[in-house]
């Protein structure tokens, strides 16, 4: 049972927009900042997403995230199959004193 | 630009203890205000944070691993390290290094518990 809670699957066709959630409480994503990683198989997290909505360089512009309380979204636009991956969002929790992580998104591209 | 390199063995024995190395390159471990990190990720499962340690050597652990637990800091090799003792097949999975804010990772080494 993971702390920060995801659907375990999302999909979407070629183009579409896709978005998957992540809901936490007041003692991570209320008071901290979200992280959002990509995962491709057998190949170690990527940050895609920083401080609630910041993307590192290199990036595309076409992955953004926000936040709104304890919960928080993490956004692909122009879907391509190349996006075909597993998600996990993070943040620090305060009560626990320790990272947390969402369960993870399997994204699957039709 | 830091990179980060796992080591250590891929198979330990049930009760025995684990020991993996992060060597840190690209960058000074102890420059910057920055927590260094351990994960693991079970086959097919999703991320366990298991614990870190500050540059200036503070440490947070995993409650529910913290009994077990030791991370270190080794400056002068620019290297930091996890102990897992009294391990079980249930702490068989990817292990991976870290910086914190999680912006930088090593590609992970396999560790398998077992006779």
């Known amino acids: 049972q993971s702390v920060l809670t995801q659907p375990p699957s999302a999909s979407g066709t070629p183009g579409q927009r896709v978005a998957i959630s992540c809901s936490g409480s007041?003692?991570?994503?209320?008071?901290?900042?979200v992280y959002w990683y990509q995962q491709l198989p057998r190949t170690a997290p990527k940050l895609l997403i920083y401080?609630?909505?910041r993307r590192p360089s290199g990036v595309p512009d076409r992955f953004s995230g926000s936040k709104s309380g304890t919960s928080a979204s993490l956004a692909i636009s122009g879907l391509r199959s190349e996006d075909e991956a597993d998600y996990y969002c993070?943040?620090?929790?305060?009560?626990?004193?320790?990272?947390?992580f969402g369960g993870g998104t399997k994204l699957t591209v039709l | 630009q830091v990179q980060l390199q796992e080591s250590g063995p891929g198979l330990v024995r049930p009760s025995q203890t684990l020991s993996l190395t992060c060597t840190v390159s690209?960058?000074?471990?102890?420059?910057?205000?920055?927590?260094w990190t351990w994960i693991r990720q079970p086959a097919g499962k999703g991320l366990e944070w298991i614990g870190r340690?500050?540059?200036?050597?503070?440490?947070n652990y995993n409650p529910s691993l913290k009994s077990r637990v030791t991370v270190s800091l080794d400056t002068s090799k620019n290297q930091f390290s996890l102990r897992l003792t009294s391990v079980t097949a249930a702490d068989t999975a990817v292990y991976y290094c870290?910086?914190?804010?999680?912006?930088?990772w090593g590609q992970g080494t396999t560790v398998t518990v077992s006779s």
């Open positions: 007041s003692s991570n994503i209320g008071r901290n900042y």
């Open positions: 993070a943040a620090w929790d305060d009560s626990l004193s320790a990272w947390v």
């Open positions: 340690i500050y540059t200036s050597g503070s440490t």
């Open positions: 870290a910086r914190e804010p999680l912006d930088v």
């Open positions: 690209g960058g000074s471990i102890s420059s910057g205000s920055y927590f």
């Open positions: 401080s609630d909505n």
